[in-house]
C-alpha cells in the first residue's frame, strides 16, 4: 500500500512540474530559409544556408537570443518561384517559423512576399526586394544594391583597358535584369557604348551565338551577369571562336571562377566581396567583422568561398540585433526594429536600415579581381 501511495504521489508531482510555467523544453525561436539547394542557385544558396546555421550554432553557444534558442529550418525550393511559396506555406503553417532568413532565389521569394505579408513574419533576404510596394515593410536584404557590382565593372573597363564597346549577357533572373538595365543606363557615364545585349537560360549548353554577335558589333568585353555553370560555358565559347574579349562577371561562388581562370587567364575577371579577399584587407572593423565569422567557417569548411555563406551569418546575427533592439520575439517588433539598426559592422560592410530604405548596405564594398597562379588577386 505504502508503494502504491508513493507512485501515485510520483505521478501527481510529474503531472503538476509539466503543467507548471517555465517547467517544459525551453521554447525556440525558428529562422526559416527558404533556399535553392537543387538547380542553378545551388551553389550560393548551400553556402547561404551553411551561413546561417553557423551563425545560429555561434548565438545558441553563447546562450541564444534573449534566453531562447534559434532552431533553422530549410526547405529545398530547387531555385523554383512557385515551390518556394509551397516551402514558405509549409514553414509558415506547419513550422511556425518566426522570421525568414532565405536565399538568393528573388522570384522565389518575391512570390512568396505576400504570405509573409498577411502571416506578419518579417524576412532577411540574400535576394533583391520584392517589387509590390505593400510587400517591401516586410522584406529587408543583405544584398547591396545591383549597381554597385556593374559600375566596379565599368570603372575597371574605363579606367585600366582600352576597351570602349561592350557586350552584356544576362540570365532571366529578376536580378540580372536589374543589373542589366544598370549597365545600358550608366555606361555612357564610364565613356563605354553597350553594342550587344543578349539573354541566355541557366541550363543554356552553348552561347556562341550570342558571343559571336557581340564580336561582330565590336565589342571588347562581355560584361556576364548571373550564376552557375554557364560561365565556364561563356569562357570555353570565348576560347573556341578565338574571339579577343574580356569576361568580366557577376559576384559568384569562387569554385566556378577557377575553371573559368583556366580557360581565359588574363582576361577573366570577377567582381568580389570583402570576405573573398580578406588578407588583402588593412585592419579595422571590416576585417574584424568578417574575422567573427571567417575562424568558425574555415574550422569547419577549411577553403571553401565564404562569399555567401557569410551574408548568411549577417542575415542572423542582424535578426539577433532586432530582437535585442526590441526587446521582443514579436514579428511587428522585430520588422520595426530591423527598421533602426544603423552602424552594424557586417562582413559585407556596414548596415544601415531606414523605414524607407530596407537594402542596408549603402556604400560600394565590392573589388575587382581575377585569379592568378591559383590565388585571388585583386586588380581594383
Not at 541550363?203 to 556576364?224: F, T
Not at 571567417?294 to 548568411?312: I, T, V, Y
Request: charged share 20%; net charge neutral.
Amino acid at each position: 500500500m505504502m508503494k502504491q501511495n508513493l507512485i501515485a504521489a510520483v505521478l501527481a508531482a510529474s503531472i503538476a512540474a509539466a503543467g507548471a510555467p517555465g517547467a517544459s523544453a525551453q521554447e525556440l525561436y525558428k529562422i526559416g530559409v527558404s533556399a535553392g539547394l537543387t538547380g542553378y542557385a545551388a551553389t550560393v544558396d548551400r553556402a547561404w544556408r551553411d551561413g546561417v546555421e553557423l551563425a545560429a550554432a555561434a548565438v545558441n553557444a553563447k546562450g541564444g537570443v534573449m534566453g531562447r534558442k534559434i532552431q533553422v529550418i530549410v526547405e529545398d525550393n530547387r531555385s523554383e518561384p512557385q515551390e518556394a511559396v509551397t516551402v514558405y506555406r509549409k514553414m509558415l503553417s506547419s513550422d511556425k517559423v518566426d522570421v525568414f532568413v532565405s536565399g538568393c532565389v528573388s522570384a522565389g521569394n518575391f512570390a512568396a512576399a505576400g504570405l509573409l505579408l498577411r502571416a506578419k513574419v518579417p524576412m532577411m533576404l540574400c535576394s533583391i526586394l520584392p517589387q509590390q510596394a505593400e510587400h517591401l515593410p516586410w522584406a529587408f536584404t543583405t544584398l547591396p544594391p545591383a549597381g554597385f557590382e556593374v559600375d566596379k565593372r565599368l570603372e575597371y573597363l574605363k579606367e585600366k583597358t582600352q576597351v570602349r564597346k561592350i557586350a552584356v549577357l544576362h540570365d532571366p533572373t529578376p536580378y540580372a535584369n536589374l543589373q542589366k538595365g544598370v549597365a545600358e543606363r550608366n555606361a555612357a557615364k564610364y565613356g563605354l557604348e553597350v553594342v550587344s545585349v543578349d539573354q541566355y537560360k541557366q541550363d543554356d549548353a552553348d552561347l556562341s551565338v550570342q558571343i559571336s554577335k557581340a564580336r561582330s558589333a565590336g565589342a571588347g568585353a562581355i560584361l556576364k551577369i548571373g550564376l552557375g555553370g554557364t560561365t565556364l560555358t561563356a569562357a570555353k565559347n570565348i576560347k573556341q571562336l578565338g574571339a579577343d574579349m574580356l569576361l568580366l562577371t557577376s559576384l559568384e561562388d569562387l569554385a566556378v571562377f577557377g575553371p573559368v581562370s583556366e580557360v581565359l587567364g588574363d582576361k577573366f575577371f570577377f567582381v568580389a566581396s570583402p570576405s573573398q579577399v580578406y588578407e588583402a584587407l588593412p585592419e579595422g572593423a571590416l576585417k574584424a567583422g568578417i574575422k567573427a565569422f571567417l575562424d568558425p567557417w574555415r574550422e569547419k569548411f577549411k577553403d571553401r568561398d565564404p562569399n555567401w555563406a557569410s551574408r548568411g551569418w549577417d542575415g542572423v546575427m542582424l535578426t539577433v540585433a532586432a530582437i535585442e533592439k526590441a526587446k521582443s520575439f514579436e514579428g511587428e517588433k522585430v520588422r520595426a526594429a530591423y527598421e533602426e539598426l544603423k552602424g552594424f559592422q557586417g562582413t559585407t560592410g556596414v548596415y544601415n536600415f531606414r523605414p524607407d530604405l530596407h537594402q542596408g548596405i549603402t556604400e560600394n564594398p565590392f573589388v575587382l579581381a581575377t585569379i592568378a597562379a591559383g590565388k585571388v588577386k585583386v586588380v581594383q
